[in-house]
């Protein structure tokens, strides 16, 4: 019985959405086949972990200085007491009258 034949077990090694067998390698959605490339096909596989960021320091600035506009935007909110109507507000004050 050749190696080729569809009984024949195939050694796989599968990573999330990845499987690599000895048929080549296989893009999956769930169940679904979504792209097959043939071993004869393949050049070069790269593994690779760490982070994904092209610039994390600039990322990290970024998402700092957002937070920084959100909570002084908060704070100012909560200093004039201008709530619209429908916004539910607990804090210290709030709590005072329930103890």
Not at 11 to 28: D, H, K, P, Q
């Amino acid at each position: 019985m050749s190696a080729e034949s569809p009984s024949a077990p195939t050694r796989r090694i599968a990573y999330l959405n990845i499987v690599v067998s000895e048929r080549g390698l296989t893009e999956m959605s769930g169940d679904k086949r979504v792209v097959f490339i043939p071993k004869e096909q393949v050049q070069r596989i790269e593994v690779r972990h760490g982070l994904q960021a092209e610039s994390p320091l600039l990322q990290a600035l970024v998402g700092l200085a957002l937070i920084g506009i959100g909570m002084s935007g908060a704070a100012s909110a909560t200093a004039s007491q201008s709530f619209p109507s429908g916004l539910v507000t607990i804090g210290p004050a709030a709590l005072s009258k329930f103890g």
